[in-house]
């Protein structure tokens, strides 16, 4: 069992930047795929980013399209702490983004259905 715990999000301007913390709790969180999602108002859910355990001691990140080159996604897992550096602020990055994790090792990481664990979310506010 994993507990997510997200934090850092605000409210920022154009072009400022963020970055938000994804705290876990439990056991073995390294073996821990780790994705983030974000979610406006009236939107459905979207893939941000992932951070993909190889099964040894390299990690594979992943972007949408939207954010790549803008965003860095990254894990301690000394902290058992992921992260999302975030520049280069638009207002469409406005959203509530969340964590997620899962222990697979064979799913679809855009998909939000695919993660077993999430957090509350934190939100980020982008004023132009």
């Known amino acids: 069992q994993v507990q997510l715990v997200e934090s850092g999000g605000g409210l920022v301007q154009a072009g400022d930047s963020l970055r938000l913390s994804c705290a876990a709790s439990?056991?073995?969180?390294?073996?821990?795929?780790v994705g983030w999602f974000r979610q406006a108002p009236g939107k459905e859910r979207e893939f941000v980013a992932d951070?993909?355990?190889?099964?040894?001691?390299?990690?594979?990140?992943g972007y949408a399209d939207s954010v790549k080159g803008r965003f860095t996604i990254s894990r301690d897992n000394a902290k058992n702490t992921v992260y999302l550096q975030m520049h280069s602020l638009k207002p469409e990055d406005t959203a509530l983004y969340y964590c997620?994790?899962?222990?697979?090792?064979?799913?679809?990481?855009?998909?939000?259905?695919?993660?077993?664990?999430w957090g509350q979310g934190t939100q980020v506010t982008v004023a132009s």
């Open positions: 997620a994790a899962t222990i697979r090792r064979s799913y679809s990481r855009t998909a939000p259905a695919e993660y077993e664990y």
């Open positions: 439990g056991r073995s969180f390294s073996s821990y795929n």
């Open positions: 951070i993909r355990w190889s099964g040894g001691i390299i990690y594979y990140p």
